[in-house]
């Protein structure tokens, strides 16, 4: 195992050595006194928040309006828009047994909404 072993440095030359003036001089740093008794303010470090009053509620629709609108929803809506909605149980269950069939599928509780739902997509009730 090679062991690494240091140069000894040469001596400087005199040359190369540079003395300044003030080489021992060391001087004490400045130090201010505290201003006597001056009362400052204390700053303020909260963040201030703007408040808010809450606001007063609407005016409730007369009654008669939401009735109205309500009916007029119920009256729009048919069977065929929402998917969910049974039609005929007997008819719907029939249907997703043939969809089943032709599908290739086990109707069983896990399949059986699923077979409901082609059925009413496919128009078979």
């Given at each position: 195992m090679a062991r690494r072993t240091r140069k000894e440095t040469e001596p400087a030359i005199a040359e190369d050595v540079v003395i300044t003036p003030e080489e021992g001089k060391i001087e004490a740093p400045k130090v201010e006194e505290p201003?006597?008794?001056?009362?400052?303010k204390p700053v303020n470090i909260e963040k201030e928040?703007?408040?808010s009053e809450p606001e007063?509620?609407?005016?409730?629709?007369?009654?008669?309006?939401i009735q109205t609108d309500v009916r007029q929803k119920l009256a729009k809506k048919s069977a065929?828009?929402?998917?969910?909605?049974p039609?005929?149980?007997?008819?719907?269950?029939?249907?997703?047994?043939?969809?089943?069939?032709?599908?290739?599928?086990?109707?069983?509780?896990?399949?059986?909404?699923?077979a409901r739902l082609m059925a009413r997509a496919q128009k078979r009730v």
């Open positions: 201003k006597a008794a001056v009362a400052e928040t703007p408040s007063p509620a609407k005016k409730a629709a007369p009654k008669e309006k065929d828009e929402d998917a969910f909605v039609a005929n149980p007997v008819a719907l269950e029939k249907a997703a047994e043939q969809v089943a069939k032709e599908e290739g599928f086990e109707l069983n509780r896990g399949t059986s909404v699923g």
